[in-house]
């Protein structure tokens, strides 16, 4: 299979959102869209169902705020769940404008806005039935000059796309190279099953997280993880930056399994909803602990593979989702304090 009719159904439905306005948005959906579509998006836009209702939730305070809207586009593939049912459409990239007027309580700067976006849809029979939306809102809350969590361990950057700018999939693709991309990534994920907790005994554990990750990355990896956490490269620095603290500040993880799994060519990703649960001990983002016992993890990871290994990571996390599961409404507070402060 080539997904060129599903790639064509989103490459028009993407088509159909440029230039669409706060009143217009809602029959742009509507063209491509299931009405009855099931559209996931982070906190606090969750579970929406059909066209009205993602207008109403997201799309028209996101177009009220932004001018200009261009989507620009890094990664593109498409490919066969593995996990679950359907064939489904990763877009990843982007979503740039001019930041006019406030979105969610986050004050306006009149200038240029780049909200990171993984975008991945089900489609059938020449509709898109599912849709699940991940964006970097604390990102976007940086570029506004506010500070909503502590310094984070990795870099805070708008990110690039893939270092091989190859990263869009539009035409057919040699379906064997999905399939060594796909089985990387599933050896991998048992790498971390088998490595990240000490109470899991199915085989035994690495010597060292640096003979783990090398099996499956390349030296010089590139982890581009949301803000809060921020962007790492080469494995040592990813240990030090993100891999020790999640491993040693996060406790009980419970994994949930994931919605969808594909890969096509060199790319390859899924999310969850939610992938994870855990029990924050403190320290982890910089943040105590605060009493309450779980929190959970949406997540989505796109993957570049380079040869035999792995060589670019890009990650969204609702990390505002498992900040609020823990009594911290991030939005909430950023809403309470006048529009000239800085920090949160």
Known sequence: MTFQAEKALIRAHCAALKGASPQTIAERLSQHCHPDVLWR???????????????????????????????????????KNTVGPGVWVVSMGHLMGLFDAPFLGIPPTGKIAMLRYAEFNRVEHGKI??????????????????????????????????????????????????????????RMIGDIAANST???????????????LSRC?????????????????????????????????????????????????????????????????????????????????RVVDI???DGEKLAENWIFIDILHFLNMQGLDILGRMASLPQSSAQI
């Open 41 to 79: 998006g982070m906190h606090p836009f969750h579970e929406q169902i059909g066209p009205e209702a993602v207008a109403k939730a997201f799309w028209q305070p996101f177009l009220r705020a932004m001018s200009r809207v261009q989507r620009r586009e890094d990664i593109f593939f498409a490919g």
């Open 129 to 186: 039935i599912e849709t699940a939306f991940f964006c970097d809102l604390i990102h976007l809350m940086h570029q506004a000059g506010l500070r909503p969590l502590p310094p984070q361990t990795g870099a805070h950057l708008v990110q690039p796309g893939p270092a091989t700018h190859d990263g869009l999939l539009y035409g057919p693709t040699d379906p064997s190279e999905g399939t060594e991309t796909l089985a990387l990534i599933n």
């Open 198 to 212: 000490a109470k899991d005994v199915s085989k035994p554990r690495d010597a060292t997280p640096q003979e783990e």
């Open 217 to 297: 990355w390349h030296e010089d990896m590139i982890w581009w993880g949301p803000d809060g956490i921020g962007a790492t490269y080469t494995i040592d620095r990813y240990i030090d930056q993100h891999q020790r603290p999640f491993r040693t500040q996060l406790k009980d993880r419970q994994f949930n399994g994931h919605i969808a799994r594909l890969a096509e060519g060199d790319y390859g990703g899924f999310f969850g909803w939610p992938n994870l649960t855990l029990t924050p001990t403190g320290g982890y983002m910089g943040l105590p602990a605060n009493g309450q016992s779980t929190a959970d993890m």
């Open 303 to 305: 993957y570049r593979r």
